[in-house]
Each structure stands twice: as structure tokens, then as C-alpha cells.
């Protein structure tokens, strides 16, 4: 039976296609939905569309260039409902779940909404994005109608995206081919090719350059399907898009999931808590692109999906417990990206680590400094001291043999450049004008001040960066005397203890009961209670009689938000739980707080700052935990305020979860000894249980399960390697 809606005998709902836009969609949901795999990565809302109106920066790209910057699906030239949207954790891709809504000719309703489901699958897969879009009819009728999709490319750089005014750019060709096939092209200005190629299946009933209809014929209850291919490789194969849209989600299905299930597997009592590991595992597999060394953790997505020293190592130590593998991809990418000369225009220095690294078209140019840029203090410190952390994690020691020349030129840079006026303290300055002004994790230009709130002037040296140093300074004496280096050994261990005392001299203030955040240029102590002395805590170089006082003040309600550790404590000139570095709640900045506390004992603080961020997390969209959220105090009931512009997935935020449960265990694994050492176990509040599965112990497996018993926690070991230990101090 057919509808004679409008005296047919099919319904027939077209729109016009006379070059304009389409209508603007109905409010949308806010979040975004992010894919990535290897250098490209999505920005999409939650329809599946690039919609510049909905969301800054949205778009495709691939090597810091937009290379979809509009796509738009409409039905009979309508907007979709969105009815439900999702990144599957199996696959990496977007599901959406779209419907028709009520479709209106000449005052009558035509089709009345949800009868047409159209169900959209978009992935990316080494260079490409894979769409699969299918309409379903649940009328009982036949129905005719156009499906649109419109779509432009700007191959905007990132910066531009992130809001960079340039005076003259490249043009953009766009060419339509063999009636299936739309190609842009860009004339690059760093004499780069960039393409970017769409390929429809089956082909458009009509096509043009920046939009393709297909008119559909749904029988009563029927369906069509289209699929979509977006290439940014210009020599990409050029398989049928149905082809290999089914091939390369099995690929893409397959890698996911071993990369997701290697290593160390969480399970614990409470399914959200679940939910979040499984999201930070996934989050941590999609950010991570195998490079010529290995895998490295990208940073964050939009802004920072690039390779970023610090980001890299902070990342791998996290997951080291649980994924040594990820250690040995950034230590042996960073080891390879080493500064070599002395170069101002990048921050560079001979024996300094990588701070961030750009392949777009205004670092190409020189026009902003991140082609390959080294304008952090602390990346250098902390890659020793994770190559010391790995070695002792693993005992790998072709690894260590592989870096050892790079680790050895970073301890130089500490000892020479680090150290211009040759006080003992690792500090920072620019040399470029246009450069990092702080050069600390905490990099926003007003992080770093003095107690009446003005600015520290440099050279800075934070009291964190000197932790790092810290403990750089003993792995290297370690790792010097596996080399033969027995005097530099020695040498380099005297060094630590030395600065262990002039770093509590310097830096400690009695009126405070705390640690100074920095010393200024002339010495003097930037009197201000900050995160930073967290991270000193995590690098071991906190006089162990002032630790509990240190840990109290961390853990009061000045500092304690009651969802993490806030960046500085309220009672701060500067203090704003809005701002980016003063006062907001930093996931992974909570995290190296926790494993610091529990480095002196402090594992039952480390339980409670775990159960706030889990809590935090079960908040969140995806069970994801963003780059940073506000710092406000929390109320009953209500979730944390969001940063509006916080990268969201972030790289050591996904870890943090994985770092807080070591912290709160007190776990360490010393795969040379075959032991899994647990000090002090404790379990957040709302954890009745946690099952550690697979931890890697050398060539061996561990399995670990804590439970909740009468004050404190029950070990039981179910399954462990032939050889290998378990040390539980209660």
C-alpha cells in the first residue's frame, strides 16, 4: 500500500537545491565528540556534523591542518533530531542515532517525526574518515526523499582555528570528479601538498562542490545506505567506500582492542568506577600514535594533539604501573627529538628535551615557534628521571643502553645551561619574545607571583622543577653506574643530596608552614601556596619532618575542593576557581599530590583525593575526565563546574585514575626483584573492592584483589607467575 500524500503515489519529500544553506539545526547537544587515530583527530558534534556555530575549532584535521572544516547531513531538507550519540570504547567510532522530525508542505504534515531512523557510524583510520550512513523507513508507505550533505574545507592551520589573525593565506581549488568524487586542494605557502578527498558511494543523484544528494526510493519499512570517504592522503588506495569501510573497522576493531586490554586490567565494585577506567584506557589507546620509537601519548584533543614532552612523560609515568610500554615509546621518541645546538629562536639548548612539536603550515613558516620548540624547564629533569623510574619498573636495560647518550646530555643541560648563574637551581627565561613567558607545567602568564599577587620576574626557579631535578640527579647516578660511570655516579648523588638541603633551605617558609611556589630573579621566595610542592612531594624532595604539615594544609578546605587538589589555595591574591592555573582542579596535578603523600606513608590521604576524582569522574560526559575543572567548593549534589575550553580528552588526565589507584595501594612493581609491593593499602570510601588483573611483573603476570575489612583492606592473591612475589606492608 502507498501514500497519496499530495496525490502520489509515493510521498515525496524533497528540499531545494539552489546553493544555499540549510536551515540551522535545533540546539544540539553541547559536548563534543572526539575521534583520533594517528595524526588526525575529529572535533564533531554530537550529530556527527562539523558545525562551526556549534563548536569552536570543529572540524577534521590531520598534522595541525583543518582538513573538513563544514559537514552537514539533512533529510528533505531538514534538520535531524538527535535522539542518541556515543564513541563506542570497541572501536573508537561515533554512533549517532538521528531521526526525521516533523516534515511540513503547505501548512499540512507531510511525515510526522521519528518515522525515518537514519543511523550514522563515522570512524578514522591512518589517514581517513569512514562514514556509513543508513536511512530506515518505519512507515508503512513508500517513501521518496533527498538526503544532503554539504561539506566545505578551509585547511585552516590549528593556530587559525585557535583564533591566529594571518595577513594572507593560501587559495583553495576544489574540482568535482567522475561524479563520485569531490577534491580540494591547497597551495601551501611552507610548499606543502595538502588534499583532501571525498568519495561518496553509491554515486550522488546530483553532486557539486561543496554538497551531494542522493534521492532515495525507501519502500514501506525499507532501507538505503550511504557511505562516505574523506582522504587526506593523496595517494590513498582507492577501494570502493563500502569496501573499505567494513575492512578497516575490523583493523581498526582489532588494534583498539589489544592496545586496550595490554598491560594491567581494573576491575572494581562499582560499575561507574568501572566506567572510568574503561574510559581512560580508551582515551589513553586513541591519543597515542605509533611513531618510528613507539608509541607516544598525544597530549590533548583539539588544541594539543601533538607530541609534548612534558604531557608525554607526566602520561607514561602515570600508566607505568600498569603499561610500562608506554615509558619506552616517549622516552625513545624524546631521546630521538633532543635538542643538539644552540638555537634561541626555539628555546633550544644542546642535551634539552622537546617541550612541543608542530607539522602545520604557520610552524612550518616560522610564524609562531612550535615547529619544534623547547621552551619548558622541566621536560629535561623529568626525562631522566622517568628513564630511572622505567628502569627500576622493568629492568630493561637494552632500553637503558638505547638512551643512555641522551639521558647523559640532559643531565649537562641540568648541570650547565639549567643552571646559568650557578646557584645550584634548575631556572627558566625566555629567549624568544614570543615564547612560553612561564615555562612550569603552570605556563599561563600569571601563574607564577608573589604573595601581594604581582608577578614573578625571572630567571624562575620553581620549587617543583627542583624536585624533578632531584630526582633526575639520583636516577642518574644510577644509571651511570650500570653504564660504568662509577665517579659521575658518585658525583651525581652528592649533587642530590646537596640540593635536597638547599632546596629546604631555600624555598621553606616558617610563616607559611609550607613551601615557597618559586624563587623570582633576585632569590626571592614567591611566599604562595601552590600545587607545585605536590610534585615535590611525588619527586621525594620534602624534608620527611615536614611532610605531615604539608599534607595537611593540602588536604584542608583551602586547598581540598572536595572533588581534588586546587592549583593554588583559596587564601592566595590570585585565587580563582575559574582561571586556568590559579585555583582550577588539575586531574593529573591531583594525581602526582597523591603518589606523593603515599610516597611518605600518606596513603590514606592519597585514598581520599582518589575518591574525590573518581566521584568527579562519574560526573562527567563518557565518564571522562577533562584537562581541568573549576575550583569551586563542592555542594551536595552537584557535579564539578566544567572549564569551558579544557581539552577534553586529555592524555594525563585519562591517566590519572590509573596513578591515584598505585597511590592509594601504595603499589610499585620491581619486575628486576619479580615483586609487586603493596605499603599501606587503602580504598577510597566508595570502593568495596578493587581486582588488579594481569599486572606485568617482568615476563610474568600478577593478579591482586583488595577488598574492604573491618577498618582496613584484605589481600588476596589469585593468580601469580612462577616466581614472582607479593610484599603486602600493612
Not at 589517514?127 to 508507505?141: K, M, P, Q, Y
Amino acid at each position: 500500500m502507498t501514500s497519496n500524500l499530495q496525490r502520489s503515489k509515493t510521498t515525496q519529500l524533497h528540499g531545494g537545491y539552489d546553493g544555499s544553506e540549510p536551515p540551522l539545526a535545533p540546539p544540539l547537544d553541547a559536548s563534543p565528540r572526539i575521534l583520533k587515530h594517528g595524526d588526525m583527530f575529529a572535533l564533531l558534534n554530537a550529530h556527527g556534523d562539523v558545525e562551526p556555530t556549534d563548536l569552536m575549532g570543529a572540524g577534521i584535521y590531520m598534522r595541525d591542518t583543518r582538513r573538513l572544516s563544514r559537514m552537514r547531513l539533512t533529510l528533505a531538507g531538514e534538520a535531524l533530531l538527535l535522539l542518541s550519540s556515543h564513541v563506542t570504547l570497541e572501536t573508537g567510532a561515533l554512533i549517532a542515532d538521528l531521526a526525521n522530525p516533523d516534515i511540513w508542505r503547505d501548512g499540512d504534515k507531510i511525515l510526522p517525526r521519528d518515522t525515518l531512523h537514519v543511523y550514522r557510524t563515522k570512524y578514522l583510520w591512518e589517514g581517513s574518515c569512514h562514514e556509513r550512513i543508513a536511512v530506515r523507513s518505519f512507515d508503512l508507505n513508500a517513501i521518496e526523499t533527498d538526503l544532503d550533505l554539504s561539506f566545505d574545507v578551509d585547511f585552516a592551520d590549528i593556530f587559525e582555528a585557535r583564533g591566529y589573525e594571518r595577513a594572507q593565506r593560501g587559495d583553495v581549488a576544489v574540482s568535482v570528479e567522475g561524479g563520485d568524487t569531490v577534491t580540494f586542494t591547497y597551495a601551501s605557502a611552507d610548499g606543502e601538498r595538502r588534499v583532501t578527498r571525498l568519495r561518496f558511494w553509491p554515486r550522488p543523484t546530483e553532486i557539486a562542490e561543496r554538497r551531494a544528494r542522493w534521492r532515495l526510493d525507501l519502500p514501506a519499512r525499507g532501507s538505503r545506505t550511504v557511505f562516505v570517504d574523506l582522504q587526506c592522503d593523496p595517494q590513498a588506495e582507492a577501494k570502493v567506500p563500502p569496501r573499505r569501510f567494513f575492512s578497516q573497522m575490523r583493523h581498526a576493531c582489532r588494534s583498539i582492542m589489544a592496545q586496550t586490554h595490554r598491560g594491567a586490567q581494573v576491575e572494581t565494585s562499582d560499575e561507574l568506577v568501572n566506567q572510568v577506567f574503561s574510559r581512560s584506557r580508551a582515551d589513553i589507546t586513541m591519543l597515542t600514535t605509533e611513531t618510528a620509537q613507539g608509541a607516544y601519548p598525544f597530549a590533548g584533543v583539539p588544541w594539543f594533539s601533538t607530541p609534548f614532552g612534558r604531557d608525554g612523560i607526566i602520561t607514561a609515568w602515570l600508566m607505568l604501573w600498569a603499561d610500562p610500554h608506554i615509558a619506552r615509546g616517549v622516552l625513545r621518541y624524546l631521546a630521538a627529538a633532543q635538542a643538539s645546538s644552540d638555537d634561541p629562536a626555539s628555546d633550544a639548548e644542546p642535551g634539552k628535551i622537546l617541550h612541543e612539536s608542530r607539522d602545520g603550515e604557520l610552524a612550518n613558516l616560522g610564524l609562531v615557534p612550535f615547529r619544534r620548540y623547547y621552551g619548558s624547564v622541566d621536560s629535561t629533569p623529568l626525562f631522566v628521571a622517568l628513564a630511572g623510574a622505567y628502569w627500576r619498573r622493568t629492568g630493561n636495560a637494552d632500553v637503558i643502553h638505547e638512551i643512555w647518550p641522551a639521558v647523559s646530555r640532559a643531565l649537562d643541560w641540568i648541570e650547565r645551561d639549567g643552571d646559568r648563574d650557578r646557584d645550584g637551581f634548575v631556572e627558566y627565561f625566555r629567549r624568544r619574545p614570543d615564547g612560553l613567558v612561564n615555562q612550569g607545567w603552570k605556563d599561563s602568564s600569571d601563574s607564577t607571583f608573589h604573595a601581594d599577587g604581582r608577578l614573578a620576574e625571572g630567571p624562575i626557579a620553581l620549587v617543583e622543577v627542583q624536585g624533578y631535578v632531584y630526582d633526575a640527579l639520583r636516577s642518574g647516578s644510577v644509571l651511570a653506574r650500570i653504564m660504568g660511570e662509577h665517579e659521575r655516579a658518585d658525583r651525581l648523588a652528592s649533587r642530590a643530596n646537596e640540593l635536597l638541603e638547599r632546596i629546604d633551605r631555600a624555598f621553606w617558609q616558617d610563616e607559611m608552614g609550607f613551601y615557597a611556589m618559586a624563587l623570582d630573579g633576585e632569590k626571592r621566595p614567591c611566599a604562595v601556596r601552590g600545587s607545585n610542592v605536590g610534585h615535590l612531594l611525588f619527586s621525594g624532595a620534602a624534608r620527611p619532618a615536614r611532610v605531615g604539615e604539608v599534607v595537611r594544609a593540602m588536604m584542608s578546605p583551602t586547598f581540598f575542593s572536595g572533588y581534588g587538589i586546587r592549583t593554588v589555595a583559596t587564601t592566595e591574591a590570585r585565587y580563582n576557581p575559574m582561571s586556568y592555573h590559579n585555583g582550577s582542579v588539575w586531574p593529573h596535578d591531583t594525581a602526582l599530590a597523591a603518589l606523593g603523600m603515599a610516597r611518605y606513608g600518606h596513603t590514606d590521604d592519597a585514598a581520599r583525593l582518589f575518591g574525590a576524582i573518581l566521584d568527579a569522574a562519574s560526573t562527567m560526559d563518557l565518564q571522562r575526565l577533562p584537562e581541568l575543572f573549576c575550583g569551586f567548593r563542592r555542594r551536595r549534589g552537584v557535579a564539578p563546574t566544567l572549564y569551558p575550553v579544557a581539552c577534553s580528552p586529555q592524555a594525563w588526565a585519562a591517566a590519572a585514575p590509573f596513578g591515584m589507584l598505585a597511590a592509594s595501594l601504595g603499589l610499585e612493581v620491581d619486575a628486576r626483584a619479580r615483586t609487586v609491593r603493596l605499603t599501606r593499602p587503602h580504598l577510597p570510601e566508595r570502593l568495596e573492592r578493587v581486582m588488579v588483573r594481569r599486572i606485568p611483573v617482568g615476563d610474568g603476570t600478577a593478579d591482586i584483589y583488595i577488598t574492604r575489612a573491618a577498618g582496613s583492606v584484605a589481600i588476596d592473591v589469585p593468580h601469580r607467575s612462577r616466581g614472582v612475589e607479593i610484599d603486602v606492608k600493612m
